[in-house]
């Protein structure tokens, strides 16, 4: 029976094979990679409504309203985080994030709920408001509530051996009152599109002079480190500004998302982010010694950057050692300064708390491809 492939083919086979596997850095991309991305889209990549904080404010304070209260906290899908004493406390826990929703049952929801049982007119009404600065986490939040709510209505039913009282629960959506998926998705792309190209520019640049051999050629001209490293910066900064523009500009004329916030404040939060970026970039950049090795580099960060950046899943939804890896990730910054900017307007101090660890990362990151280039070339 003839040999399916001749073995000089075979022979070259097992020797690609044998080389991948001898050299270190091969046998970490094969492994490692893959690895760690089934562990980051397993824990952190969800979509379930799971321990959504809640706020409660419970004018009524009967026992039904007691009784509705402890059904939203009995579940998995809520938890209790704060008691609200008067309406004028919704707006700020909302707006701050204290909270993702707030269960407001009115003065007169048990005496209706009697009422509507009885045969009388009206519905015992509730109001979820829910923050739609997330419009898939608002839809889930809104839909697992209404369960709650018609659960509890047929369950109190069948204690009194009558038919259900009518309940209603009104939802309702702050910043997104449509939950419009556009406007949570498109102010997003502005970090992540952003993120992608600067950080691959980057990662490049250092890898592709030392594989042509033209990267010792600088360091002997009369341009100091720091005067390369800007030249290495600035190419791939007027990339991202450039970009993050066009894509800021088309979320705005042609998808309709409102800008509620300072353009030029945004258009700050974008370079300091950029600068991360690129600090991470040139990084990587600084310990491959080919392009190739840059772009698995990159990859290998990106995905995950973009995973425990909140982009798709709320970090809050992720285990405990999931979310301490979110703080080394500029992009997580950068997306609650677009998302509040666009559908609110942020404060300048509250986006001051974003713009500062994005510039550590970035600082800190330069600092490190610096060293390592030295270091390479030493």
């Known amino acids: 029976m003839p040999a399916i492939l001749p073995p000089r083919l075979v022979a070259l086979i097992v020797k690609e094979f044998r080389a991948i596997w001898r050299d270190p850095r091969s046998r970490f991309v094969l492994v490692g ?4 991305q089934l562990v980051l889209f397993a824990y952190a990549a969800t ?3 799971e321990d959504v904080a809640l706020a409660v404010l419970n004018e009524d304070r009967s026992a039904e309203s007691r009784e509705l209260v402890g059904r939203f906290t009995a579940s998995s899908g809520f938890e209790a985080v704060r008691t609200l004493t008067h309406i004028g406390q919704i707006e700020p826990t909302i707006d701050r994030k204290r909270a993702v ?6 003065q007169d929801f048990a005496a209706r709920m009697k009422r509507s049982a009885a045969g009388g007119p009206g519905a015992a009404r509730v109001q979820l408001i829910v923050d739609g600065r997330r419009s898939n986490t608002a839809l889930a939040v809104m839909a697992y509530a209404e369960t709650i709510v018609a659960d509890y209505a047929r ?3 069948a204690e009194r051996g009558a038919p259900p009282p009518e309940t209603e629960l009104v939802g309702r959506a702050w910043f997104n009152p449509n939950l419009k998926s556009q406007w949570f998705i498109v102010p997003g792309l502005v970090g992540t599109l952003t993120l992608v190209v600067v950080t691959v520019v980057a990662a490049l640049s250092i890898a592709r002079e030392r594989e042509v051999g033209t990267f010792e050629q600088l360091l002997v001209t009369p341009l100091r480190p720091l005067e390369i490293l800007l030249g290495k910066v600035v190419p791939a900064l007027g990339i991202g500004l450039a970009e993050g523009v066009v894509i800021i500009g088309a979320a705005v004329a ?5 800008l509620r916030g300072s353009l030029p404040l945004l258009l700050v939060s974008l370079l300091v982010f950029l600068i991360s970026a690129i600090g991470v970039g040139l990084m990587i950049s600084a310990y491959a010694r080919t392009q190739q090795q840059g772009i698995v580099g990159a990859f290998l960060f990106l995905m995950p950057a973009v995973i425990l950046s909140g982009f798709a899943t709320p970090i809050a939804n992720m285990p405990a050692f999931i979310q301490v890896l979110t703080y080394a990730d500029p992009l997580r910054y950068f997306l609650v300064i677009l998302r509040g900017l666009f559908l609110r307007d942020l404060p300048a101090d509250l986006v001051l708390q974003q713009l500062w660890p994005m510039a550590l990362i970035g600082t800190l990151t330069l600092a490190a491809a610096t060293w390592l280039a030295r270091k390479r070339l030493g």
Do not use: S
């Open 33 to 36: 990679p893959p690895l760690i």
């Open 47 to 49: 979509f379930e409504v």
């Open 101 to 106: 929703a707030v269960l407001h049952i009115p």
């Open 155 to 157: 369950d109190k039913a």
């Open 254 to 258: 042609w998808f309709g998302v409102p």
